[in-house]
Protein backbone atom coordinates (compact mmCIF):
# COMPACT_ATOMS: atom_id res chain seq x y z
CA UNK A 1 0.00 0.00 0.00
CA UNK A 2 1.24 3.46 -1.19
CA UNK A 3 1.53 5.91 1.32
CA UNK A 4 0.28 9.45 0.23
CA UNK A 5 2.61 12.33 0.66
CA UNK A 6 1.23 15.29 2.26
CA UNK A 7 0.82 18.82 0.64
CA UNK A 8 4.01 19.87 2.18
CA UNK A 9 5.96 17.08 0.61
CA UNK A 10 5.06 17.54 -2.74
CA UNK A 11 5.36 20.95 -2.57
CA UNK A 12 9.72 20.47 -1.34
CA UNK A 13 9.89 17.78 -3.53
CA UNK A 14 8.51 20.71 -6.40
CA UNK A 15 11.08 23.15 -5.18
CA UNK A 16 13.96 21.06 -5.33
CA UNK A 17 13.62 19.14 -8.35
CA UNK A 18 11.72 21.39 -10.82
CA UNK A 19 13.21 24.92 -10.87
CA UNK A 20 13.19 27.22 -13.49
CA UNK A 21 15.94 28.82 -15.52
CA UNK A 22 16.91 31.94 -14.22
CA UNK A 23 17.55 32.93 -17.94
CA UNK A 24 15.49 32.23 -20.82
CA UNK A 25 17.49 34.96 -23.29
CA UNK A 26 20.17 32.48 -24.35
CA UNK A 27 23.81 34.39 -23.83
CA UNK A 28 25.82 35.75 -26.87
CA UNK A 29 28.89 34.05 -27.39
CA UNK A 30 31.31 37.01 -28.28
CA UNK A 31 33.84 36.88 -30.86
CA UNK A 32 37.29 36.62 -30.62
CA UNK A 33 38.62 39.88 -31.11
CA UNK A 34 35.56 41.22 -28.39
CA UNK A 35 37.64 38.47 -25.38
CA UNK A 36 39.82 40.15 -23.37
CA UNK A 37 43.14 38.45 -21.62
CA UNK A 38 44.88 39.17 -18.93
CA UNK A 39 48.50 39.03 -19.95
CA UNK A 40 50.29 37.30 -16.97
CA UNK A 41 53.56 37.21 -18.67
CA UNK A 42 53.78 40.50 -19.19
CA UNK A 43 53.63 42.01 -16.08
CA UNK A 44 55.94 39.76 -14.90
CA UNK A 45 58.37 41.01 -18.19
CA UNK A 46 57.37 44.68 -16.71
CA UNK A 47 58.26 44.16 -13.28
CA UNK A 48 61.68 42.28 -14.27
CA UNK A 49 62.83 45.66 -16.09
CA UNK A 50 61.50 47.82 -13.68
CA UNK A 51 63.80 46.13 -11.42
CA UNK A 52 67.20 46.57 -14.20
CA UNK A 53 66.17 50.30 -14.43
CA UNK A 54 66.38 50.56 -10.41
CA UNK A 55 69.90 49.23 -9.85
CA UNK A 56 71.31 50.99 -12.71
Known amino acids: ?4 KS ?3 RMENH ?8 RKKPKIT ?3 SQVST ?3 V ?3 LQAKW ?3 RKTR
Open 7 to 9: LWE
Open 30 to 32: PSA
Open 42 to 44: GGL
Open 50 to 52: NRL
Open 38 to 40: FDY
Open 15 to 22: AIYHTKSR
Open 1 to 4: MRRT
